[in-house]
């Protein structure tokens, strides 16, 4: 069993940084791929960035491509998000996620396990 803790979200002005942080347990957090997914009001959970188990692969969303940055320190069993230059519609609930295999995945139904979200809300 996996169990998956995000932390850092918050408020912050447009413009402004903020940091996600997602902390791993049970299986082996190095063996397996990990993705970040967003979901706002009355939308659909989006793909934002995923990161491979080594963390030599990376992807992200067009949406956030140039402001945000996967990254992985597998010592610490943490994936982070780090995202500069925020935007009002980056607002929603952001989800850390375990891939099923090692590559940096970016479908939903790609991944096994899933934390309880975070919420960023940006303001203007």
């Known amino acids: 069993q996996v169990q998956l803790v995000e932390s850092g979200g918050g408020l912050v002005q447009a413009g402004g940084s903020l940091r996600l942080s997602c902390a791993a347990s049970g299986r082996t957090f190095s063996s397996y791929g990990m993705g970040w997914f967003r979901q706002a009001p009355g939308k659909e959970r989006e793909f934002v960035a995923a990161?491979?188990?080594?963390?030599?692969?990376?992807y992200y969303a067009d949406s956030v491509k140039g402001r945000f940055t996967i990254s992985r320190d597998n010592a610490k069993n943490t994936v982070y998000l780090q995202m500069k230059s925020l935007k009002p519609e980056d607002t929603a609930v952001y989800y850390c996620?375990?891939?099923?295999?090692?590559?940096?995945?970016?479908?939903?139904?790609?991944?096994?396990?899933w934390g309880q979200g975070t919420q960023v809300t940006v303001s203007s």
């Open positions: 996620a375990q891939s099923r295999t090692v590559v940096a995945n970016r479908q939903r139904n790609d991944y096994d396990y």
């Open positions: 990161i491979s188990w080594s963390g030599s692969i990376t």
